[in-house]
Structures are given as C-alpha cells and as structure tokens.
C-alpha cells in the first residue's frame, strides 16, 4: 500500500511538462463531468430540493412544507430504532470482518509455501454478489434445511431467521462479515509483504516475544492499510449490504432489522413516501459527510505514513 | 525468521473451510431434488440432477417471471458488466489525463466535482436518480442499466494515480519528437496503460456484474432482468410453493456467481495489483 498517498488536488498531480491547449482538456473532461452533472449532481439536488416538499400522493403536485419532512423523520422511534442498528450492524460487520482479515493475512504471511494456494482460495469470495451471498445465507439458516440451525440447536439456541429480530441480525451479520473478509485479506497481507525484511529482522532482534513484535512493529506498519480499510468497510456495511439485506428479510421490513439505507428505499419505493424518502437521503448524505471529515480529520491523523 | 508452525496452517484451513464450504454445498445441494432437499436438508453429496436443474434455470421460459430465461439473465448480466467496465476505462482514461497532463484554468475546480463523487454512493440517492432515468425515459433501457453507474469517479483516480508515476521524461521526449497530445496518449499512454487497464477491468466487470439495488429499481420489464436481479425475484416466486425450489435458487445463485469468480480466479495477479496498487 505505498501508492496511498493523501490527494492533494491538481497540485500534486501537475506534471514539470504538461501540454496547454484552450480546449482539449475540456473536451477529454466533457463526457465525465455530463454524467457527473446529470446522474450525480441532479439527482442529489433534487434530493434536497424534494426533501422539502410533501408530493401529492396522486400526483396533483406538491407543497413546500420546509422542516417538516425532517422533523417527522426525526422525531421517529422508528428511525432511531434503525439507526441504532445500522450503528451497532456497522460497527460489529467492520470490526469483525478487519480481525478475521487480519488474522487470516498474517498466517498466510507466515507460511511461505502454500501461500499462493492458500491466497486464491481465500479471496474468490470477494467476487460473489451480496445477493448471491444472501441467498446462501438464508439457506443455511433456513428452518428445514439449514445446517447452521441446526448446529446451533445443539447449544440450545433455536435461530428463526426472519421471525426473531435477534436472529436476523445475527445471520446478517454473519453473511456479511463472510462476503468482506477477502477484500480485507488481500490489502493486509499486501501490506504486510511490502515489509522489508530488514525491518522484521530488526525487530526480531530487539524483541523476543512474537505477539509483542506485531503490535509494536508490525501494525503501526500497517495503520495506513488499516485506515483505508476501515473506510471501505464502513462504506461496505452501511451500503454495500442491501443486497444481502434485501434478500434475507424479503421486503417484509416489518420485524426485521434493517439498515438506513434499507429505509430509504423502503419508504421511497414501497410507501411512496417521497418527501420522507428524500429528507432521509439527505440526512444520510449528512452522516456519510461527516464520517469521511472526521475519519480523515481525526484517525488518519494519527497513521504514520512512512 | 518464518518458522511454520502446525497452528498457523490449521487457521489457515479453518478460514479456507469457512469460505470454501458454503460454496460447495451450495453447489452440490444444486444438484438434488427440490423434494430431496426438503427431506435432508443442504448436501455434501452429489445428487446427479445437475443437467436437468441447471436447464431448467437456463433455458426454461418463464422460469421464474413468466417471460425470461436465466441465459436472457446472463446475456444482460454480461452486456451490464462489459458496458460498464469498458464505459468505465474510457471515461475515467480521458478524464484523468486531462487532470495530470494539461495546465488549464478551473482544473483544481474539476478535480474537487469530480472527486466528491467518491463521497456519497448511488445508494444514498435512489430515489430522484430514479426520478431522474424517468424523466430522461431511461429506465429499461441498458442506457439507465450502465450510464448512471459510471457517475462515480473511482476509475478516474485510480488512472490519474497511474499516470503521475509515468516518467516526466516520456512526455518530454514524445514533444521533442513532435507528438501532439492525441498522438501523445494513443501512442505512449495506452500501451503503457495496458497492465492497468486489465485490472480495472476486472474489478470493474465484477462490480458491474455484481450489481443489484439499480437494476431491482431501473429493470421492470423482465427482459432486462439481470442474473443477480433474479434471485430476487426466484425468493418471491417460492411464497405459497409447496415444496421450494431450493435446487433452482441454488442453481441461480451458482450461476451468478460463476463468471465474476472465474475472472478473480484467472486473473487473480492483475486484480490484486488494481485493488491495491492505488488509491480506490
């Protein structure tokens, strides 16, 4: 992970020699920024614009109604319901999904031969669609013929999937923490390869015990691939996880823990609730801004770069 | 310095159990009957109906939606993730070598609209980028399938990164040999780009490939389902069947799987190298 380094803007992306011409720059920029503006910009304005109206639900027009989108979505139980689950869904399917990556990678780092075998079955999973994931998910938690469900009966623990609102969760977790360890997998043991044997043989030298060398030499050198992933992770549960959530509770949001996201679309496409839908979008676009500021403000800051 | 112990290998194997086998199972349960399947629940075993099942979810007419085949699936899979992946190369090509190479005035001001779009994914607005394809007539169509994906920029910093570590001295040597800026990026630029190009193709048909919320909203029409759309639509067909179709579903999920994961195995080399030889 050397190639990271922090953007800088056109500054530090200026060459000694560049070519200048009145209009080709913005002739090769024109078809990227017509999608941008059309199928980015558009349709956020439009997020904004519409999160203060009430939409006629027959279509009759709509009426600017200013705060109140806002207020009735956040002076629901509901939403705060499903916000904290969003949080704590995140929070576990990051954590999770990081220490098994991390785990996996340094073994494979260790063992010298068998690395590449053990590389190319670890990280294909990464290529199969949350969807797919979901659905394979939901039969081995399903009650008729799911192994897992009946691996945990021998604990005593009856998972009902999709009636037990604790057991969703946990199936949702698991699946999701599955489809992302290989993506994690692969940057660690990137990252810890681009380590020069140098450095690990110095601090073998100066430290004896193993585990104590990895925390104080080894992942500090890892830090900045940890904060990339810790990003994308983050990124990955809050969004990347619909296709497994839409598959596992079936459009019967009802009962089932579901995520910000999962919302959004549910009040937008199946309630028709197009005000409330939008205001939630911009409240989500709030928090992901937010997140990225103080993800960059006040982690990164305390990654060392080399 | 690497000492091998048996304890790595065996969490090495558990990991390798843990993403292997539901895989395996998957596919091999694919292979019984629907009713056999109820009976004995998943199956590690092969159940020798993999020709009739993998058919049937090919090739029958209205399997699932009363007007579509999973080979129709596949096709709009296929055309989904090659349109964007190349959609994606081209784009980002043109646009990142308009950043690195030309002095130009409101190119700082470029960079940061086209970089904010790495900020909020299409997730977060779905519904007007809805609104948006109807109004534009775009929904489907494999226009509002690929066209709206590409409004991200990570395919530009991923080739902008590329292009920085190019040696100045090329550029200096192309200008003193004469070659304008077409000439320039044709033919210094893209060759040298190959290698990189690869990679993002596949990372990019891959996430193409894989994609679900935009083609459940933009594709009503059932010729335009994709593979990945499907499942969906094979869960909702199961409510009120007697006996699941778990071979079916097992079968689809299978092949939905199979040329992403097939490309990440291939390629495997070029993947890695795109996912993490620069920024994302």
Known sequence: MRGRSKDQGEQAAAKRVQFASPFLPYLFLAPQLAIIFVFFYWPSAQAIQSSFYLEDPFGFGSTFVGLTNYADVLKSTEYFGIARFTA?????????????GLLLAVKADGV?????????LLIWVYAIAPPAAGLIGMMFFNQHIGPLVEFARWFGWDIKVGLDYFDTAFAMIVVAVWKQIPYNFIFFLSGLQGIP?????????????????????????????????????????????????????????????????????????????????????????????????????????????? | MHRTRLLDHVILLIGVFIMVMPVVVAFMTSTHEAADIHRNGLSLTWGGHFAETYETVLAREGGFTGKVTGFNMMLNSMILGVGFAV??????????????YFRFPLASLFFWVIFTTLLLPLEVRILPSYEVMN??????????????????????????????????????AARIDGAGPFKFFIDVLVPLSRTMMAAIFIIMFV???????????????????????????????????????YNEAFALAILAMLPPVIIVVMFQRWFIKGLTESDK
């Open chain 2, 87 to 100: 959609g994606k190369i081209v784009l980002s090509m043109l646009a990142a070598y308009a950043i690195v």
């Open chain 1, 112 to 120: 010298i031969r068998g690395n590449a075998t053990y590389k190319t």
């Open chain 1, 197 to 306: 044997v140098s450095v690990r043989e110095a601090a073998a030298i100066d430290c004896r015990s193993e585990l104590r060398r990895f925390w104080t030499v080894i992942l500090p050198l890892l830090a900045p691939t940890a904060f990339f992933l810790l990003i994308i992770n983050v990124t990955y549960a809050l969004f990347d996880t619909f296709g497994i959530i839409d598959v596992m509770v079936k459009d019967k949001a009802a009962n089932n823990p579901i995520t910000l996201v999962y919302k959004v679309y549910m009040d937008g496409f199946r309630g028709n609730d197009l005000g409330g839908s939008s205001a939630q979008s911009v409240i989500l676009m709030l928090i992901v801004l937010v997140l990225t500021v103080f993800q960059f403000r006040f982690i990164e800051r305390r990654v060392h770069y080399n």
């Open chain 2, 207 to 245: 996430y193409g490939w894989n994609q679900y919320l935009w083609p459940t909203l933009m594709t009503t029409d059932e010729g335009f389902f994709t593979l990945v759309r499907g499942i969906k639509q094979i869960l909702l067909v199961w409510v009120g069947s007697n006996i699941p179709d």
């Open chain 2, 135 to 172: 109004a534009l007539r775009l929904t489907n169509t494999y226009t509002g399938l690929i066209v709206p994906l590409l409004a991200s920029a990570t395919g530009t910093f991923y080739f902008r990164q590329f292009f920085k570590s190019v040696p100045d001295e090329l550029l200096e």
């Open chain 1, 88 to 100: 704590i869904f995140t929070a576990l399917v990051t954590f999770f999904a990081l220490a098994i």
